[in-house]
């Protein structure tokens, strides 16, 4: 074989075997592979319901949402945009599209729900943007819901990077059951509005309406918690101080 020859063929063969990888870890990525993710996500999932009551005039008035969470151990945590209400919805006017904020200030109560049972908050925070709730406070929802989990589920922020393998279950519309892959295309930017907190992330592909509150997780660590982005450009990933909080309010009980 001529040395020209030679080194063609050398190259091909360099291109083929990542391809043929690909292809074997394609195969192996079978039904099994899938289903045991979809285990995975689906066993720590709930979905809650928030009633907010504001002042109607004569009578008070309330507003019913759903949202979504998930059970690490004794904790159920999401965000707080899912479990508190701060506005009505948005509307088009001549002037273009305007929210109509709630008036936290003169709302009644707000009171978050799992299978109809109240739920104990440890912290609703609107700045953060998350939401714990210590499910022990309710003895019969821990029973079926608690799990053996750990914190140690939670990849720390700093090990996270471009180019990182995700996946998570999408709720378009309060429809369950939609498996997503992407990967982190960007870290936290403090230039950014969207991803300017700590250990933020932005997806490649865009969240489903719907989604917010539930983990994305890569292998098998959750990376942080789905946010919708409602132009839909981007999806939103979140660790927020979920592990901080968490212990603090243990080392003070």
């Known amino acids: 074989m001529k040395r020209r020859d030679f080194s063609r063929s050398l190259k091909i063969a360099a291109l083929m075997v990542p391809l043929i990888a690909g292809c074997a870890m394609a195969e192996e990525r079978g039904r099994e592979f899938y289903d045991s993710r979809i285990e995975r996500i689906s066993k720590i999932e709930v979905i809650l319901k928030t009633i907010t009551k504001v002042p109607g005039g004569d009578e008070t008035v309330s507003h019913e949402t759903t949202g979504n969470a998930f059970i ?28 109509m904020p709630v008036d936290r200030d003169t709302m009644i109560s707000e009171k978050t729900y799992l299978n109809g049972v109240e739920l104990h908050p440890v912290i609703e925070n609107k700045e953060n943007d998350i939401s714990i709730f210590d499910l022990r406070k309710t003895p019969k929802l821990c029973e079926k819901y608690c799990n053996d989990l750990t914190l140690d589920i939670f990849m720390k922020g700093e090990s996270l990077y471009r180019g990182m393998k995700v996946y998570w279950m999408g709720s378009p519309q309060g429809r369950t059951g939609f498996y997503r892959e992407s990967q982190i295309a960007k870290l936290r930017d403090e230039k950014d509005k ?45 660790m927020g101080p979920y592990l901080e909080r968490i212990e603090k309010y243990e080392s003070g009980r």
């Open 72 to 99: 690490v151990g004794d904790y159920l945590l999401s965000r707080d945009h899912v479990t508190s209400k701060y506005s009505f919805g948005r509307m088009r006017t001549p002037f273009g599209i305007i929210d």
């Open 194 to 238: 969207d991803t300017n907190t700590e250990h933020s992330f932005m997806l490649q592909d865009s969240v489903i309406p719907g989604t917010s509150g539930k983990p994305i997780w890569s292998g098998d660590k959750i990376i942080g918690v789905a946010h919708y982005v409602w132009n839909g450009l981007a999806g939103i990933g979140f």
